[in-house]
């Protein structure tokens, strides 16, 4: 697919800088629209004040509160994506449920940067934006930066999950020099994962200037995260492409998985779907 089309959550200040300079980044290299969207919530009353006693007076506040807030994340978000074809929307709303609305609109959601501070009035939960939006999702890293496709490793497994992945950021791995197909698992799963690694390979070969390579070995469950990040630090990867949630994100969150480890261990861009 191209993306001619990406999302980004805009905050107040600094909040949703590095996120929004590296999309905007990206959307002037595929002259593609960036939509900046501002989406905050009120708290409930009872969470603020508890027994009711001021109820009257502190609605119009942070209803006033609300709208500085949106009004100084239109304003980051302008001065952050400068360069870019951009549009503005803003609504009051959870961000997360609001993003998924407004992910209809777009092909790429841009996610992350610094963790920061902030709860699920002002800030996005990207594990249940990546469930609920249906778009494939690049996560900026930390210390955020500009996406390079130069060299890209596909964490394979043979899931609906990593299919969809692969095929959505074909159009990434098109301007590839170098991709790595990685497949990691049992020891008596090797012959099988030799032959799902070519046959990726062979797929992404016929959509790709480059000629993708293969890397299987065999790695514990509870390896296979860290080898993964092994492999990119080898190759020094621009890019992760990852399937999301595989299992449920329950089982991830008690046990971990490679989702969880890429979101929160993970210094390079990662692209997902779900």
């Known amino acids: 697919m191209s993306f001619r089309s990406l999302l980004v959550h805009a905050q107040p200040g600094e909040a949703s800088k590095l996120r929004t300079e590296a999309a905007a980044a990206l959307a002037i290299k595929l002259d593609a629209l960036l939509i900046g969207l501002g989406a905050e919530a009120i708290p409930p009353i009872a969470a603020i004040d508890p027994y009711g006693f001021g109820t009257a007076q502190w609605t119009p506040l942070l209803y006033e509160q609300q709208t500085r807030n949106l009004e100084a994340a239109h304003a980051a978000f302008a001065a952050h994506a400068k360069g870019a074809r951009t549009e503005w929307r ?55 930066g500009r996406l390079e496709t130069r060299r890209i490793l596909v964490a394979w497994k043979d899931t609906r999950e990593a299919r969809r992945a692969v095929s959505d950021a074909l159009s990434f791995m098109h301007m590839a020099d170098e991709i790595l197909v990685v497949a ?69 969150w008690v046990l971990g998985g490679v989702t969880r480890h890429l979101l929160h261990a993970c210094e390079r861009f990662v692209f997902f779907s779900h």
Do not use: F, W
């Open 184 to 252: 990691l698992g049992a020891k008596e799963d090797q012959e099988a994962l030799h032959a799902q690694a070519e046959d990726v390979a062979g797929m992404i070969a016929r959509h790709s200037m480059a000629r993708p390579r293969t890397h299987v070995a065999v790695s514990g469950a509870d390896d296979v995260q860290v080898d993964l990040l092994a492999q990119a630090d080898r190759m020094d990867a621009d890019l992760i492409v990852s399937g999301a949630y595989g299992h449920s994100r329950a089982y991830e």
């Open 90 to 144: 803003s609504v009051g709303d959870l961000p997360t449920p609001a993003m998924a609305r407004v992910a209809r609109a777009v092909d790429l959601v841009v996610t992350g940067g610094p963790a920061g501070e902030g709860d699920i009035y002002t800030r996005v939960s990207i594990p249940e934006l990546l469930i609920s939006s249906g778009r494939p999702m690049l996560v900026v890293p930390p210390h955020g």
